[in-house]
């Protein structure tokens, strides 16, 4: 049996493409299952996309592993200019000389310039010159990469392993719930909930929005179950767990959100395959009140389920 849309309309792609795939079409961690393949080895256009956007342990490592190669290209090339073209008071070995010439590249290439070392003539000091600009050139390059880091507004929802489809009001209806791990506050949040399901007779994914009891929020400084209603106007009315199975149901969240303390909007995915959610359970409370007087939100229970007849407040 597949989802029936009386008013929504099939074929509403959300970009993802319509061939049917064994896979879902998004992950857990909101990333897409996609892999884009013909793609030239040497893509410059994706090297800042990808010094922003990797972890901070490879970042400072590649930073670190620059300076160390920068400085000692430069060490050598003072090596074959040769260090009696230096004012130095090092000694006249091989490795005297190898330390002397990295760390003068190392203090002209951050400008401090400690004078124990100075170039004498022209090709050393030429050297020295172009050094000394990499470095102011690098440094800003540098100091642009990591103020890119820390403003760029990145959502920290944390989405419920599961979701479930729970009565609701006199019917049923398919929940998840979030909550926002940080503590800063988002303002105008909404909700976009999709549901993929593969077309058995076509063989190809069909999409369709679904509706929800409430798709914004103007505050949420709490948590939020959204609920999609399983009405006379829903496409999983008469549905199964094992008509969903079947179907190889997807679920696909996305979340938009303001952030006011970058002032910019913020976004976040997700999705629940059909074996992710579980029909018959409802979400256990978050909320606790206090001795004071103060609402606590545990957010240790955002995945915590109890049978039916367990009321959920949260």
């Given at each position: 049996?597949?989802?029936?849309?009386?008013?929504?309309?099939?074929?509403d792609d959300l970009g993802l493409g319509l061939q049917a795939g064994?896979?879902?079409?998004?992950?857990?961690?909101?990333?897409f299952n996609v892999r884009r393949v013909g793609l030239p080895r040497?893509?410059?256009?994706?090297?800042?996309?990808?010094?922003?956007?990797?972890?901070?342990?490879?970042?400072?490592?590649?930073?670190?592993?620059?300076?160390?190669?920068?400085?000692?290209?430069?060490?050598?090339?003072?090596?074959?200019?040769?260090?009696?073209?230096?004012?130095?008071?090092?000694?006249?070995?091989?490795?005297?000389?190898?330390?002397?010439?990295?760390?003068?590249?190392?203090?002209?290439?951050?400008?401090?310039?400690?004078?124990?070392?100075?170039?004498?003539?022209?090709?050393?000091?030429?050297?020295?010159?172009?050094?000394?600009?990499?470095?102011?050139?690098?440094?800003?390059?540098?100091?642009?990469?990591?103020?890119?880091?820390?403003?760029?507004?990145?959502?920290?929802?944390?989405?419920?392993?599961?979701?479930?489809?729970?009565?609701?009001?006199?019917?049923?209806?398919?929940?998840?719930?979030?909550?926002?791990?940080?503590?800063?506050?988002?303002?105008?949040?909404?909700?976009?909930?999709?549901l993929s399901f593969q077309d058995l007779a076509s063989n190809t994914?069909?999409?369709?929005?679904?509706?929800?009891?409430?798709?914004?929020?103007?505050?949420?400084?709490?948590?939020?179950?959204?609920?999609?209603?399983?009405?006379?106007?829903?496409?999983?009315?008469?549905?199964?767990?094992?008509?969903?199975?079947?179907?190889?149901?997807?679920?696909?969240?996305?979340?938009?959100?303001?952030?006011?303390?970058?002032?910019?909007?913020?976004?976040?995915?997700?999705?629940?395959?059909?074996?992710?959610?579980?029909?018959?359970?409802?979400?256990?409370?978050?909320?606790?009140?206090?001795?004071?007087?103060?609402?606590?939100?545990?957010?240790?229970?955002?995945?915590?389920?109890?049978?039916?007849?367990?009321?959920?407040?949260?």
């Amino acid at each position: 049996m597949a989802p029936r849309s009386p008013r929504t309309p099939l074929n509403d792609d959300l970009g993802l493409g319509l061939q049917a795939g064994p896979n879902r079409g998004v992950n857990k961690d909101g990333t897409f299952n996609v892999r884009r393949v013909g793609l030239p080895r040497f893509r410059p256009y994706e090297f800042y996309h990808h010094l922003i956007t990797m972890g901070w342990v490879p970042f400072l490592s590649l930073l670190f592993l620059a300076f160390l190669g920068t400085n000692a290209l430069f060490a050598l090339l003072y090596l074959g200019i040769g260090m009696d073209h230096f004012v130095r008071a090092g000694g006249g070995s091989l490795q005297d000389r190898l330390l002397d010439a990295f760390f003068f590249s190392a203090q002209t290439l951050t400008t401090v310039g400690y004078g124990h070392i100075s170039p004498k003539g022209p090709l050393a000091s030429a050297a020295a010159a172009l050094e000394s600009l990499l470095g102011l050139l690098s440094f800003a390059l540098a100091t642009g990469l990591l103020y890119g880091r820390f403003s760029r507004p990145q959502a920290c929802l944390r989405f419920s392993s599961r979701a479930v489809v729970a009565p609701y009001q006199q019917i049923e209806g398919f929940m998840f719930r979030l909550v926002n791990m940080r503590s800063n506050q988002l303002i105008e949040v909404e909700a976009t909930v999709s549901l993929s399901f593969q077309d058995l007779a076509s063989n190809t994914r069909r999409f369709m929005l679904l509706p929800l009891e409430r798709s914004k929020i103007h505050l949420f400084p709490s948590s939020w179950t959204v609920v999609h209603p399983i009405d006379e106007t829903s496409p999983l009315l008469g549905m199964t767990e094992a008509d969903l199975r079947r179907a190889k149901a997807e679920f696909i969240v996305l979340i938009k959100a303001f952030d006011d303390t970058f002032s910019q909007t913020i976004y976040a995915r997700t999705s629940y395959t059909a074996e992710e959610v579980h029909w018959g359970t409802r979400f256990k409370p978050m909320h606790a009140v206090g001795p004071d007087g103060v609402t606590e939100l545990d957010v240790r229970d955002l995945d915590e389920v109890a049978g039916p007849e367990a009321a959920d407040r949260a």
